[in-house]
């Protein structure tokens, strides 16, 4: 018997999770089951962030969390329910499985299995964002090392336990070489450790192209977070619809179990919607807590029962369908058909699936870190960058130069073209006159300048080299 946190949600959550929940706990599944309340009635009550800290207990109890889909109230300083479960608890890999289910769920690419490991903490989802000028605001792309060791480990894992062939990663690293640099070098120390699993690495533009159009080209799927919030949207839609697929987000203590969809609100209340995406997401929990057989037994029935016709609106065709049923008469019909297997679609086997127990991260030694200049970013309303950098030399010490200026990263003095569209906001990079130590003095030297000469710094940004290696971007034309 596992005890396990549930929330209802909002939308059409109630009605997936009871359907869900029946299905289970017909084939056997040994749960007991905390229900708390999260979503929008949490919101409105004047809690930001959905949850209150009694839920919180419950779930860091229990450990295993089953959620229907929330709705986050319009209007600001509502925070992501999901956005901050996932990085409160430490939930580092979201697993999202996408499978057609061709000919009985009509789909344009009918051999497609992919399975997307999406990266779920960091990226641009730290949240951490700041308006500096009047024109220009900005979002921190944090990548962490820890970070990608763990996903890029559970990608190969994950693909060793399924016996799956490939495991292909997608970056943007020719543009962000040093964020997506370091994910993309991180899949290729890690991806020696497995020689028997074939790997390889498609820029995300191209590569997301090419899943969209032959998807049968690709098996397990590793990137950030960002690509994949997107692409598994991508993924689980062309296979026939968003509310077909589940999702895992699995940490080191918790995991959280979900479908990939929303509380679809205008659907709320009728008996329509599908509660596969929910069901996928509580096969997965079976599956990670040990109990394979359950799990296995209600993906066959499911299987059976899209193969027999029995479809919701959704999914719905008359080409490809028998009956249009609502959510209450498939979750009966499934679990009419536990025990058995689909015909034409492959039956599952998941003996093996259960959870994936990882290293810990293991910190590497400190590398030798060298302070070689400083970035300034001032806040600048001129618009002739020959004009500003005479303004910023008056803040050169006798050992620290202007050695560069750019305005959204692309290089405006010295030598810049005048066609270059400026804003308000300018990065002054600031290197020694030798090649001497730069120390953070000299860095405060230059804003306390910046301050005598009334200019409106808005941050600086340490230029590092790493073991010898320039660890920052140049200007783009530098
Ligand atoms: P959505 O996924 O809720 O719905 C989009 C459309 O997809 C629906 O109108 C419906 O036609 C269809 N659909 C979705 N799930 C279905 C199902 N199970 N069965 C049948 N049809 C289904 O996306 P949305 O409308 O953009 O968002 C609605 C709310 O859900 C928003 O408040 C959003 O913030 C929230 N949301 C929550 C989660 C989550 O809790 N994990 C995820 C995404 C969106």
């Known amino acids: 018997m596992k005890r396990i946190t549930i929330a209802k949600g909002d939308g059409i959550g109630p009605e997936i999770m009871d359907a869900t929940l029946k299905i289970i706990f017909a084939a056997g599944a040994q749960l007991e089951i905390d229900e708390i309340q999260v979503g929008e009635k949490v919101y409105l009550e004047g809690n930001t962030s959905g949850i209150s800290a009694e839920s919180w207990d419950i779930i860091r109890r229990n450990k295993i969390f089953l959620k229907a889909p929330i709705t986050t109230p319009q209007g600001g300083g509502y925070k992501s329910l999901n956005v901050t479960t996932r990085k409160f608890l430490g939930l580092y890999a979201n697993v999202r499985p996408c499978m057609s289910l061709h000919p009985f769920v009509s789909t344009k690419h009918p051999i497609m299995d992919i399975v997307i490991v999406r990266e779920n ?89 090419k899943m969209a159009d032959t998807p049968e080209a690709f098996d397990v799927i590793v990137m950030p977070n960002l690509y994949g919030d997107v692409l598994s949207d991508v993924a689980a839609q062309i296979t026939g619809s968003v509310g077909l697929a589940g999702s895992a987000n699995i940490g080191e203590e918790c995991s959280m179990f979900e479908a990939i969809h929303g509380s679809a609100p205008r659907r709320a209340g009728q008996n329509v919607a599908n509660p596969s995406g ?25 299987l059976k029962t899209l193969e027999d016709g029995i479809h919701t609106y959704d999914i719905y065709k008359e080409s490809t369908s028998k009956q249009k049923v609502g959510t209450q008469e498939f979750a009966d019909a499934v679990i009419a058909n536990l025990g058995q297997k689909p015909a034409l679609l492959k039956a599952v086997s998941y003996a093996n699936n259960t959870a994936l127990h990882l290293p810990p991260y293991q910190r590497k030694p400190a590398a030798n870190k060298q302070l070689v200049g400083v970035d300034i970013f001032v806040h600048w309303e001129g618009l002739n960058p020959n004009e500003l950098a005479e303004t910023i030399k008056k803040i050169e010490t006798y050992d620290m130069n202007l050695s560069m200026i750019t305005n959204r990263g692309i290089k405006v003095w010295p030598d810049g073209f005048k066609e270059t569209f400026c804003t308000d906001h300018w990065r002054c990079r600031f290197k020694p006159k030798e090649k001497q130590t730069v120390t953070k003095e000299h860095v405060v030297n230059l804003l306390q300048n910046a301050i005598l000469h009334n200019i409106d710094t808005i941050k600086t940004e340490n230029l590092y080299e790493f073991d010898g290696k320039a660890a920052y971007s140049l200007g783009q034309g530098q």
């Open 278 to 302: 929910l069901l996928q997401g509580a096969i997965m929990m079976l599956n990670h807590i040990g109990q394979t057989e359950v799990a296995e037994k209600v993906q066959n029935a499911w």
């Open 121 to 209: 903490e960091e990226d641009l989802y730290a949240g951490i964002e700041h308006q500096q000028t009047d024109e220009v605001v900005q979002c921190l792309k944090l990548i962490s090392r820890p970070g990608c060791e763990k996903i890029v480990r559970y990608a190969f894992e994950y693909a060793k336990q399924q016996n799956r062939k490939k495991v292909t990663c997608f970056t943007k690293d020719n543009i962000m070489k040093q964020t997506d640099g370091l994910f993309h070098q991180v899949f290729d120390e890690i991806a020696k450790e497995y020689p028997e699993i074939e790997n390889e690495h498609w820029i995300i533009d191209i590569g997301a192209a």
